[in-house]
């Protein structure tokens, strides 16, 4: 079946801009993830979302952050008034349930800000 | 705290040899354990995992991994190295409950002819 999918691939934007990325997750899968991943870096968590439940918005770095899951399927990150540390890849992921089982990753979102 | 250490950021392997991959991790409660690969501009794809029971794991691509509680330790093995393995390693831990997993920073493999 298909996988986790992320648009766009890539975004270069200008500082200040506001970006929205968007993931479609595996159907059926409960649990939705973001995390960002620097140069260099592993992967920050920033969300969690599970079913109906409040999401965990304990790894956003600032409230510029912010995310929303619309009918338990397509989630969007949104990030305002971009900066040039938010330069980084935006992976996101999904589950059957929570962390317990296997997290399946898409390909990521590259963004750019100049 | 919860954390993950990998503490090769870049090892250099010849093919046919052997790779072991170094994982510590920290964690308040019993692990599940993870190792991802991830190619240039790839997603991460999850190659085996550990929740409870026998402690050396089998993973795809002839991977595997052997967890120690005494160490802190879950490195990932693999006895003969392809080309195709040259990719991004994560170690990456969490717990049933809990919310997210812990990644370390990675270990970037190398394979030489």
């Known amino acids: 079946g298909a996988g986790v999918s992320q648009s766009p691939s890539n975004k270069v934007t200008e500082k200040g801009k506001d970006v929205e990325l968007r993931c479609d997750p595996i159907?059926?899968?409960?649990?939705l993830y973001w995390y960002r991943q620097s140069l260099g870096q592993g992967l920050e968590f920033l969300i969690y979302?599970?079913?109906?439940?409040?999401?965990?918005k304990s790894g956003l770095p600032s409230d510029r952050f912010s995310a929303e899951r619309t009918g338990g399927s397509v989630s969007t990150l949104t990030i305002q008034r971009t900066q040039q540390e938010d330069s980084a890849v935006y992976l996101c992921?999904?589950?059957?349930?929570?962390?317990?089982?296997?997290?399946?990753f898409g390909p990521g979102t590259r963004l750019t800000v100049t | 705290a919860q954390s993950v250490t990998q503490p090769d950021i870049h090892i250099t392997v010849s093919e046919g040899a052997s790779l072991e991959l170094r994982c510590n991790y920290s964690?308040?409660?019993?692990?599940?354990l993870f190792w991802y690969v991830q190619s240039p501009g790839q997603g991460l794809q999850l190659l085996l995992k550990?929740?409870?029971?026998?402690?050396l794991v089998q993973g795809i691509k002839g991977f595997e991994a052997e967890f120690k509680r005494s160490q802190s330790s879950f490195n990932l093995r693999k006895p003969s190295v392809h080309w195709s393995d040259a990719a991004e390693y994560f170690c990456?831990?969490?717990?049933?409950?809990?919310?997210?997993?812990?990644f370390g920073t990675g270990t970037r493999l190398t394979v030489i002819p």
């Open positions: 964690y308040g409660a019993t692990p599940y």
């Open positions: 550990y929740f409870s029971g026998d402690t």
């Open positions: 159907s059926g899968h409960t649990a």
């Open positions: 992921a999904s589950s059957w349930e929570r962390t317990g089982n296997e997290q399946y």
């Open positions: 979302f599970q079913g109906n439940s409040a999401p965990d």
């Open positions: 990456a831990v969490g717990a049933l409950g809990a919310n997210n997993l812990f």
